[in-house]
């Protein structure tokens, strides 16, 4: 969870590196986030429940105020291994694009400093070690 705080915190910092970690506990806490008022919304509707309708907005509220931090982390995930933030429209590539995030997302650090500043990963090993 203090993950996923983080990334909100940093909510529009497209500078700067993320870690494996951060990306990915974000993405999961989104998704949970994300699918919880949305399947309880459908049910809902599906029973004839005008509750639902509400339900369905929250869900849509929530996908529009994350669509920034998700942008970002994702920029700073793509710093961490070397490569431009503009990466992330090879994501409209059908088929491929997807694929080839997906590898990104999960490739390893780019070890020591890099243009886009000092690996976090060695940072938190520091302060570990501190």
């Not at 699918?35 to 309708?53: A, K, R, T, W």
């Not at 105020?65 to 059908?94: C, M």
């Not at 997807?98 to 940072?123: R, T």
Request: charged content about 15%; glycine content about 10%; hydrophobic content about 55%.
């Amino acid at each position: 969870m203090d993950w996923y705080l983080l990334v909100m915190k940093r909510y529009a910092q497209f500078t700067g590196r993320s870690r494996r970690k951060e990306y990915w506990m974000f993405a999961l806490f989104n998704c949970i986030f994300a699918m919880v008022p949305y399947l309880i919304g459908l049910v809902m509707v599906m029973n004839h429940n005008n509750l639902g309708i509400a339900f369905l907005g929250i869900s849509i509220i929530y996908d529009l105020a994350v669509i920034i931090p998700g942008l970002a982390v994702a920029v700073r995930r793509l710093h961490d291994i070397g490569r431009s933030g503009w990466w992330l429209l090879i994501g409209f590539v059908p088929f491929v694009g997807g694929i080839i995030l997906l590898v990104f997302a999960v490739m390893d650090s780019q070890p020591g400093d890099n243009e886009y500043g000092p690996n976090p990963k060695a940072m938190a090993s520091a302060a570990v070690i501190s």
